[in-house]
């Protein structure tokens, strides 16, 4: 078998043994039409799979993606990239633009985990950059949430509301209401921090129609907006007392913001149900105050005139508040955004500027192509011209030696009467049709023509007889050729070979006509008995000279 044949059959056994499935393929492709809706299901499925029998590559990436996609679902923080990386290495050059978004999102949850905003937000700029085209647009509003939690953190309140609302509207369109309420309250918030208090007022009014059928934490979460914007706004404590009660009353206590109840009671200066509201805070939140809890508890002991307790809650929110690290998180996070602004920029100038030189390639190609055609075309014409003009002046040098052959018949026939009865016949046939293309040369006339091509091609049909009138018709009107031939031992059929280089035929001419293997061995032959040597004149040229010497 050809190597080149057993190469392709073995690039054939290879590519087929690099795309095989494990058994577990088309339960983890099937995993994705669920894993929105039953996320622990698709867990339970996912972790009950044999990771060693996984095929590497695409079935490997596709499976870490979904796993990390079931437990981010199922509240499950990771810290790290065990999971996720086989997604991160195989998304990096292959998969679909919704492979690559999902990956670099669940990327950044982890950094985000690990709190690196800055890290975190730059994958999320690098998804929604890949997911341009992609119809994952779940992912995308995912995306923009995550965005605004890091802008919320740093207090970047214009940037907390512009994402809040993109994520909002994509909630909306997919009817999602639950998730559309909450990214609303988020830019509400922002609005409020902006003393923006009419556009806050707008979209609490978008969500309020939507109250008899919200979430118990969605419902807490909008009390909690509604109730911050009539503190902000100073509305009257009726108001505020009206919206406490229906906060209290409408949402469990496991759903109720604490620091916000508590800063309503302040506002209604219910000292004492602001410090149960504080204490409730760090009940039901089960993790470490944050440093504005005792911002909060300093104000409320200062309204009681407790000014050492307050103090002491003041001390503790400085140390922490000045071991923040909010404002490197912004530095960084700031860097990464005006990072990926100047990279995006210079891809984009990248691109401008290779389609320019792509362009300007094109364009010279161009030019040069049609440089080489026009040339090509005038070097053809004058190819064709000087073929035209040699091809010309052979025919006007054939038509003089015809010319010079037909006088020399005719004289030939009038003169000589030494000639036997065969020679003079082949001689006068051959002058009759020399007449007859004469006549064609002369009149054009068509019949005539015919004629001479019919008898031209019947005499040229048969070649032993040609041959053999073209030697008796050399021996009327050049003897002495054909006695040289003679004299050197050519036999008859050499010297018929001999005749057709007379004619002006060519060596591949002649062996074209005689059609015989031997044509170069007869050729040698007659060389050798003419007593020409290997390298001595073209046997043709030789005998079209021995044929104006002798005659």
């Known amino acids: 078998m050809n190597i080149r044949v057993i190469s392709v059959l073995l690039c054939a056994v290879c590519f087929c043994s690099c795309v095989e499935r494990s058994e577990y393929w088309h339960t983890i492709k099937s995993v994705e039409s669920y894993i929105e809706e039953r996320p622990d299901s698709a867990l339970v499925v996912l972790q009950g799979m044999n990771t060693r029998k996984l095929s590497e590559g695409e079935e490997r990436a596709k499976y870490a993606l979904y796993l990390s996609m079931a437990m981010d679902k199922n509240y499950i923080d990771r810290t790290d990239f065990d999971i996720l990386q086989?997604?991160?290495?195989?998304?990096?050059?292959?998969?679909?633009?919704?492979?690559?978004?999902?990956?670099?999102?669940?990327?950044?949850?982890?950094?985000?985990?690990?709190?690196?905003?800055?890290?975190?937000?730059?994958?999320?700029?690098?998804?929604?950059?890949?997911?341009?085209?992609?119809?994952?647009?779940?992912?995308?509003?995912?995306?923009?949430?995550?965005?605004?939690?890091?802008?919320?953190?740093?207090?970047?309140?214009?940037?907390?509301?512009?994402?809040?609302?993109?994520?909002?509207?994509?909630?909306?369109?997919?009817?999602?209401?639950?998730?559309?309420?909450?990214?609303?309250?988020?830019?509400?918030?922002?609005?409020?921090?902006?003393?923006?208090?009419?556009?806050?007022?707008?979209?609490?009014?978008?969500?309020?129609?939507?109250?008899?059928?919200?979430?118990?934490?969605?419902?807490?979460?909008?009390?909690?907006?509604?109730?911050?914007?009539?503190?902000?706004?100073?509305?009257?404590?009726?108001?505020?007392?009206?919206?406490?009660?229906?906060?209290?009353?409408?949402?469990?206590?496991?759903?109720?913001?604490?620091?916000?109840?508590?800063?309503?009671?302040?506002?209604?200066?219910?000292?004492?149900?602001?410090?149960?509201?504080?204490?409730?805070?760090?009940?039901?939140?089960?993790?470490?105050?944050?440093?504005?809890?005792?911002?909060?508890?300093?104000?409320?002991?200062?309204?009681?005139?407790?000014?050492?307790?307050?103090?002491?809650?003041?001390?503790?929110?400085?140390?922490?508040?000045?071991?923040?690290?909010?404002?490197?998180?912004?530095?960084?996070?700031?860097?990464?955004?005006?990072?990926?602004?100047?990279?995006?920029?210079?891809?984009?100038?990248?691109?401008?500027?290779?389609?320019?030189?792509?362009l300007s390639a094109i364009l010279c190609v161009t030019i040069i192509c049609v440089a080489v055609y026009i040339r090509s075309r005038f070097r053809e014409r004058a190819m064709k011209q000087s073929l035209a003009e040699q091809e010309a002046e052979r025919y006007r040098m054939l038509y003089q030696q015809v010319e010079y052959e037909k006088e020399n018949l005719s004289e030939l026939l009038s003169q000589s009467s030494d000639l036997d009865k065969e020679t003079r016949t082949v001689v006068a046939q051959r002058l009759e049709l020399l007449n007859k293309f004469f006549a064609v040369y002369i009149t054009n006339n068509s019949d005539i023509n015919r004629s001479a091509d019919k008898e031209l091609e019947e005499l040229l049909a048969n070649k032993d007889a040609f041959m053999s009138s073209t030697r008796l018709a050399f021996t009327g009107s050049h003897p002495d050729f054909i006695k040289y031939l003679e004299k050197h031992n050519l036999t008859e059929w050499e010297i018929e070979y001999c005749c057709l280089y007379a004619l002006g035929l060519k060596g591949k001419e002649v062996g074209t006509y005689i059609k015989l293997r031997s044509h170069y061995n007869i050729s040698s032959e007659i060389r050798e008995k003419l007593g020409l040597g290997e390298t001595d004149t073209n046997l043709g040229i030789y005998i079209r000279k021995l044929l104006d010497r002798v005659s």
């Open 86 to 358: 086989p997604a991160i290495d195989y998304y990096k050059e292959n998969g679909s633009e919704t492979d690559k978004q999902r990956t670099l999102y669940y990327k950044g949850r982890i950094y985000h985990n690990q709190g690196d905003d800055a890290a975190a937000m730059e994958c999320y700029l690098k998804a929604l950059d890949c997911g341009v085209k992609s119809d994952d647009i779940v992912t995308k509003a995912r995306i923009l949430v995550a965005q605004s939690n890091i802008y919320y953190s740093l207090m970047k309140w214009d940037k907390v509301c512009d994402v809040n609302l993109q994520a909002a509207d994509i909630f909306y369109r997919l009817g999602r209401i639950s998730s559309y309420i909450n990214c609303n309250m988020k830019a509400v918030c922002g609005f409020i921090q902006q003393k923006e208090y009419g556009t806050a007022k707008t979209y609490l009014d978008r969500c309020s129609k939507y109250i008899e059928v919200m979430p118990a934490k969605t419902l807490g979460n909008y009390y909690s907006g509604y109730i911050t914007y009539l503190i902000y706004d100073n509305f009257h404590r009726d108001t505020i007392s009206k919206a406490v009660k229906g906060y209290v009353e409408s949402v469990p206590k496991e759903n109720i913001d604490y620091m916000t109840l508590a800063n309503a009671y302040i506002k209604l200066e219910d000292f004492d149900n602001a410090l149960e509201a504080a204490s409730n805070y760090r009940r039901y939140r089960n993790t470490e105050p944050e440093h504005r809890y005792y911002v909060l508890l300093s104000e409320i002991y200062q309204k009681q005139g407790k000014y050492k307790e307050a103090l002491q809650h003041y001390i503790t929110f400085n140390k922490l508040n000045s071991a923040s690290i909010t404002p490197i998180f912004k530095d960084d996070t700031q860097f990464m955004e005006d990072k990926h602004i100047l990279e995006l920029q210079a891809m984009n100038e990248r691109k401008d500027k290779n389609i320019a030189i792509l």
